[in-house]
């Protein structure tokens, strides 16, 4: 059996016959290419979630990070229909940046929860017990641990889901893209040689038949 994959042709569309395990993940059960997109969809459902409970909810600016998630996912999608590699480009860049900028956030949120004093994360919060003002203080540690280890913790699953992405992009840009031009190439060499040793397929539907046709049929009838 053939270690690389055959792309085949069919309706226009690129795929891969049975003995194409090289471009296949999740232990050969799915093609990269249908992973990527997948993992586009699922992108776009978090982004359509956190900008609902961002524009409620949440801080506003958040909007504008959810709205670039849910159009290089767009683009991931796009770039399989049309079968080119430039539509990944953006989710690739963008995605492996904020993968960098979620580890460094972890690893900086729990190195600051974890050298500052404990005085540093109470706060107080007064509320009214008529006649009495009470006054209770939490400590807002948790939370900065959980978030730091949030941020750290999702950096390998989203590093993983970037990874299937980077391999689709360079499976459309060296694989793909070339056997496209070469169909390309080959199709109009063919069309080259048939008008040369056919010349009738130079003749356009709108146009009339030449001179030598109408006599071969004046010459029949």
Known sequence: MSANPVPVFVDGQTRLDSEGKRYYTCCGTIHIRACA?????????????????????????????????????????????????????????????????????????????????????????????YPVIRKIEYDTRPYYWTMGGLALGSVPFMFCLWRIVFYTYRYM???????????????MRDQQFFQTVFPMSQVGPMEPPPPYIEQACERRI
């Open 37 to 129: 997109k997948y993992i586009a969809y699922f992108y776009i459902g978090l982004a359509c979630f956190e900008l609902f409970f961002g524009f409620y909810y949440g801080p506003r600016y958040h909007i504008m990070g959810t709205a670039v998630l849910f159009m290089t996912s767009g683009l991931v999608i796009y770039g399989d229909h049309i079968e080119k590699a430039g539509p990944y480009l953006p989710f690739v860049v963008l995605n492996g940046l904020g993968i960098i900028c979620s580890f460094i956030a972890g690893i900086f949120t729990l190195l600051f929860t974890w050298q500052m004093p404990a005085s540093y994360f109470m706060i107080t919060v007064a509320y009214i017990d």
């Open 173 to 187: 840009k060296y694989v793909i893209e070339p056997l496209k031009r070469k169909q390309a190439r080959r199709k």
